[in-house]
């Protein structure tokens, strides 16, 4: 199935890309695939090294004729985020990612294709490899668990590289350069709830929220589409006085917007509770028609619970999530059409008498970052939840006078005969975290085109890789001499 990438030019990096997918590589599983970069160095002779934490390091000596030039770091990281459609059968621990050719993108069928950030692990997998390709000295840093809390990046320590340059292949639109991102902080609400025996008379429904675009918390969040949880919310807040809740399970990762969400819920009264379900359902359907064309709100009869929430409680969580900040909380009034500051409330597990709630704040400035992370918290608090901050990364401050950007400008005027945009994201990039060790070090990220990272929609533009692949080689040709 995937012998027809193979084919793909440049057939270097398709091949590499190609490899790389056979290999799961969830965050914090990532044993694999760091197994699977430590024999690819090995067998070309190069110096590689597994840092403490994992990460892994290939150092390749510069090609005859750029001695002379400033050594530099390539940066990518191994972990890709693992989703898939709800009838998708797949085992992402143990499958490698079936791919194939549609309308010019690289997709996979149904699940995450791994191009974020695969097709930048595969780019310096093939100038590592080469034997004609002219670039100076270089280390090339294979960082883990970017997805999940950045712990690679956090975890390298200083003195492994000597680079005075890092080149970042994990921006997402091949006419930009990235200067600058947001930083993070995961928010961790849980609280136990009191359980009831259930009505043995009473009726069970499942409520199933689906086919929503989902897509990445950072880089999608701007778009309004819809949240899951959000939606489920409001529908069981709308059916609260008539059902009691059993279950819910909504989401799945902090960086994704959580695409589907199911409960299960209990009521004596089945004609109101479905009468005011289809009301709420249209409703939220008619809402979203324009972005969410897709959008499936069903209701079905299944299996009695043996027990239910509280009403107390049920009512406790419904209004605490009602409450809570999703998506863009403020826009930067310094960079023009750049999300400052936002939230992501990922996942929803209500079951086994326990509730908890994951989101994900990201933040281009810290003290708004922290801001926007007391205020949810103290919400969920005051609801009587207990409530955890962990992972908390910087974002990455922009530089103008960067040397290495005014390479990358020029080079992209001359190959391309058109100004590319720098901008900085909403994403977490590792750049700002690596910079704490290595403040010394010019950095810079861009990469090739792919659109829906982090769902099942996520692909990757052949035309775009090909353009990406013909900037990188003629960056090592243009990167200054030592001073």
Not at 97 to 113: D, F, H, P, Q, Y
Not at 117 to 134: F, K, Q, R, W, Y
Not at 191 to 216: C, D, F, P, Q
Not at 268 to 295: G, H, P
Request: with cysteine.
């Amino acid at each position: 199935m995937n012998s027809e990438i193979r084919t793909l030019e440049p057939k270097q990096l398709w091949n590499n890309f190609t490899d790389l997918n056979a290999v799961p590589r969830a965050s914090k599983k990532e044993e694999r695939v760091i197994a699977f970069m430590v024999t690819f160095g090995k067998k070309l002779n190069l110096e590689t090294i597994v840092d403490p934490v994992g990460n892994v390091i290939i150092k390749k000596p510069a090609t005859a004729g750029m001695e002379n030039r400033k050594t530099i770091v390539l940066q990518s990281h191994l972990d890709m985020v693992h989703q898939k459609n709800n009838d998708t059968n797949f085992d992402f621990d143990n499958q490698g990612i079936e791919m194939s050719i549609e309308n010019g993108w690289v997709k996979a069928n149904g699940t995450t294709l791994g191009a974020d950030n695969g097709l930048g692990v595969a780019t310096i997998m093939s100038i590592l490899e080469s034997n004609d390709i002219p670039h100076p000295a270089i280390e090339a840093l294979f960082t883990i668990d970017e997805e999940t809390g950045m712990t690679g990046a956090m975890g390298l320590e200083a003195g492994y590289l000597k680079g005075e340059i890092l080149l970042n292949l994990d921006t997402e639109d091949d006419d930009e350069i990235g200067v600058g991102c947001a930083g993070g902080i995961d928010i961790t609400a849980s609280k136990t709830y009191s359980s009831e025996k259930t009505n043995e008379n009473a009726s069970a429904y499942r409520i199933t929220v689906k086919g929503l675009r989902g897509g990445h918390s950072g880089m999608d969040i701007h778009r309004d589409f819809g949240n899951a949880n959000k939606m489920m919310n409001r529908i069981l807040f709308a059916l609260k006085d008539i059902s009691s809740i059993s279950k819910i399970d909504g989401g799945s990762l902090r960086n994704a917007i959580p695409r589907e969400s199911h409960a299960v819920i209990v009521t004596d009264d089945t004609k109101m509770l479905e009468d005011r379900f289809y009301i709420i359902a249209k409703a939220i359907i008619d809402e979203y028609d324009t972005i969410e064309n897709e959008l499936e709100i069903d209701l079905e009869e299944c299996l009695l619970p043996d027990t239910i929430i509280s009403k107390n409680d049920s009512e406790v969580l419904l209004k605490a999530i009602y409450t809570t900040h999703n998506g863009v909380f403020r826009m930067s009034p310094d960079i023009k059409d750049l999300v400052e500051t936002s939230n992501n409330i990922a996942r929803v597990l209500v079951n086994d008498d326990e509730i908890k709630i994951l989101c994900l704040t990201r933040s281009s400035v810290e003290s708004g970052k922290m801001d926007l992370a007391y205020n949810i918290s103290s919400g969920f608090e005051l609801a009587g939840f207990n409530v955890a901050l962990s992972g908390s990364y910087p974002g990455w401050k922009p530089n103008p006078n960067s040397p290495i950007l005014k390479v990358l400008d020029s080079t992209y005027q001359t190959i391309f005969n058109e100004k590319p945009k720098v901008l900085a994201c909403h994403a977490g990039l590792e750049c700002g975290i690596l910079g704490t060790n290595y403040p010394e070090m010019d950095m810079i990220s861009f990469g090739p085109t792919i659109k829906g990272a982090h769902s099942p929609d996520e692909r990757a533009n052949i035309e775009s890789t090909q353009k990406f692949w013909k900037y990188v080689l003629q960056i090592l040709k243009d990167i200054p001499v030592k001073e």
